[in-house]
């Protein structure tokens, strides 16, 4: 299986090498444009070190997207990712050989200036972080649970998008997958996997980076055969040097299986400080509580990001778990991650 993943981007390279006598000059992060298509990803390199675990380094992601601006019927995307390899680990235990994933494939047909219709597997638009979910283009190490944990991540059927042409807003999503998620992620990365899932998400943006929504999320959980229904928002406001991001969400759950609570809660706060263009510091709280435990996951991390370039970012944390959580560690964590 390793083998079959570190040929997988040796391949794309000897692509991407073959087809640059006919493609536009390259700049890291910017990808490279061959005709009507577009190879670009960003990679993950990260190093672990929690209270209590196995210290490791591994490359958390690998991703590849291709996509493609045809003409208004046909406009696909397709990114794939190497996740969760083990390069060096504390011990001769047992390590982490990688997944390849199937992420997301879908296209877009523009059925007016203002609205798409797309079909395929995609990203479910439930608050802000899981949109925008590449390592180099998020604040921390560190996931927050209330950002993935109490609903789908994706969603495959069909989605009809909004976005009024003077980017004022309000955008929004509708969606409805019919069946089971397309190419399910092993339950070794996620031990929870949804069907007939539908919802929907709008937002409101204010200038270049600050934006408030609101989102909905039905769906039925395949390990417990429970349903539930998600609401959340999320704000990100900027102060000067100062940027401020919060997702909130609560849920309902019902069904026979057994449960700890009928609700789901989860809710984190980050500031983000630019010392100067380069420096960041990060600090954050979060608090969540899943259904399924009786115990909430409270956690607390202090951080520092380090930006040469827009697209490379370093970045150094400890997370404080202050109550038990399989999830969430106390511990140092560390990455470099860079759009290509």
Do not use: C
Not at 129 to 154: D, I, K, M, Q
Not at 235 to 260: C, D, I, Q
Not at 289 to 296: E, F, G, R, Y
Not at 320 to 332: C, K, R
């Amino acid at each position: 299986m390793r083998h079959t993943l570190f040929a997988l981007p040796l391949l794309l390279l000897g692509i991407t090498a073959a087809s640059t006598s006919r493609a536009d000059e390259y700049h890291l992060g910017q990808g490279l444009l061959i005709g009507d298509f577009l190879l670009s990803g960003y990679a993950n390199l990260v190093a672990e070190a929690p209270q209590g675990g196995i210290a490791k380094a591994s490359i958390d992601d690998f991703s590849l997207f291709v996509s493609g601006r045809v003409n208004r019927w046909v406009n696909p995307f397709l990114e794939t990712e190497i996740s969760s390899l083990t390069l060096a680990q504390q011990g001769d235990g047992p390590r982490a050989n990688g997944h390849f994933i199937l992420e997301r494939f879908y296209n877009d047909t523009s059925l007016s200036e203002s609205d798409t219709l797309r079909v395929g597997k995609m990203l479910a638009p439930v608050g802000d972080w899981n949109l925008v979910h590449a390592a180099p283009l998020v604040p921390t190490v560190t996931r927050p649970l209330t950002t993935f944990l109490g609903f789908s991540e994706y969603t495959n059927g069909l989605s009809w998008l909004h976005e009024t042409p003077s980017g004022e807003g309000p955008n929004s999503q509708l969606y409805w997958q019919p069946s089971n998620e397309w190419h399910e992620r092993p339950s070794s990365i996620t031990h929870r996997h949804y069907r007939d899932v539908w919802g929907a998400h709008i937002s409101w943006p204010h200038g270049f980076t600050d934006k408030i929504g609101a989102s909905f999320q039905h769906g039925q959980l395949l390990e417990t055969g429970e349903t539930y229904n998600v609401y959340g928002i999320n704000v990100r406001r900027s102060f000067g040097k100062l940027l401020m991001e919060s997702e909130a969400t609560t849920s309902n759950w019902s069904g026979t299986a057994p449960r700890m609570h009928d609700h789901e809660t989860g809710i984190y706060m980050l500031a983000d400080y630019a010392a100067t263009p380069r420096w960041h510091g990060i600090l954050e709280w979060e608090h969540f509580q899943s259904h399924l435990v009786d115990q909430a996951s409270r956690n607390t991390l202090l951080g520092v990001a380090y930006k040469p370039e827009s697209t490379l970012v370093w970045k150094l944390e400890y997370v404080h778990q202050m109550d038990v959580s399989a999830d969430i560690q106390s511990g140092w964590f560390a990455s470099l991650s860079t759009l290509f």
